[in-house]
């Protein structure tokens, strides 16, 4: 019995010896939220030397009032005044987080989780507005870039202002890629039907003929009415072989235009086209009398008249 219970022992040691070596590793990268939603208005520049000069954590614009949380899940290690400041840390593990200048709610000792308020800013560190030094270091002297807690995809958790430069980027994109207008992808064809409500020669009814069709002798170049990517080509049966290409944003729409009956393709999905590439040729497969090109355009979506679109 004691033999067994000795047993039992060893391997209850063996697991919490386990444990114990796994944990640091976690305490390591806790995960982390911003302790404040303002823009960063200071980046993060550490001294060379720690008597030098530089910034030692990361500043974060807010307001006087405003309430500070905890960056990740810890214990509040210090909480009072430092020279005059009034000066939060919380132990993470072997890390440690500060935020000042912020009067704090909670106690030494007190554990919190990620996002937990913990203190309200005052003023002090950035003049004339308020905002919150934001610090991390693992040794006394030693500091991080408290932006290594945060998720690396943590995009809902951007500060307004990197939102705001993300919103100038994709802005400037779009007008760096911005068509002028859709081309005629056969600029010398002839319109043999258009867009529009007809009367199917085979069935008598009304129905819409979803695009333009454009008389030509097969194998006829077909060129990419606007720069764009080709993000679908298959068979599509009565449509027979058939092209999409997304141009993105013009004018405030989004525009896709698709190309059909093709004798062949020229290129391959995921390639990017400027206006005037050559995509296919013409041809008159699936459902086709004669050879043609079957075009179609979606502005935002919506399947519109090519014509309205063309020059
Ligand atoms: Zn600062
Ligand atoms: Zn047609």
Redesign the pocket.
């Known amino acids: 019995m004691r033999r067994t219970l000795a047993s039992f022992s060893a391997i209850a040691l063996a697991a919490a010896l386990w444990a114990g070596a796994a944990s640091p590793a976690q305490a390591t990268a806790p995960r982390g939220v911003w302790p404040l939603s303002g823009a960063v208005v200071r980046e993060f520049d550490p001294p060379d030397q720690p008597w030098l000069a530089g910034h030692r954590g990361l500043d974060l614009a807010g307001h006087v009032g405003d309430i500070v949380t905890a960056a990740a899940a810890g214990v509040v290690s210090f909480a009072g005044p430092v020279a005059g400041r009034p000066v939060i840390s919380i132990s993470h593990g072997s890390l440690v987080t500060t935020y000042e200048p912020v009067t704090a709610f909670v106690a030494v000792g007190q554990t919190v989780t990620a996002g937990a308020p913990i203190g309200r800013l005052e003023a002090g560190h950035c003049l004339p507005e308020a905002c919150l030094h934001w610090g991390l270091k693992d040794g006394p002297e030693n500091y991080l870039d408290p932006r290594s807690l945060l998720p690396s995809q943590a995009v809902r958790l951007l500060p307004v202002e990197a939102v705001a430069r993300l919103r100038e980027e994709q802005a400037l994109w779009e007008q760096s890629h911005k068509s002028a207008g859709l081309i005629r992808p056969l600029a010398e064809a002839v319109i043999t039907?258009p867009f529009g409500y007809r009367t199917n020669p085979i069935t008598g009814s009304s129905e819409l003929?979803d695009?333009t069709?454009f008389g030509a002798a097969c194998g006829t170049p077909i060129r990419a009415a606007a720069a764009g990517i080709i993000t679908q080509q298959y068979d599509g049966g009565g449509y027979g072989n058939r092209v999409f290409v997304d141009h993105g944003s013009a004018d405030g729409s989004q525009f896709v235009t698709s190309y059909n009956h093709l004798s062949a393709f020229a290129l391959s999905v995921g390639a990017t086209v400027a206006q005037g590439d050559v995509i296919g040729y013409v041809g008159t497969t699936g459902l086709s009398t004669g050879c043609?090109l079957?075009f179609m355009v979606w502005a935002n979506g919506a399947l519109v008249d090519p014509m309205t679109q063309l020059p």
């Open positions: 039907s003929h695009g069709d043609h079957h």
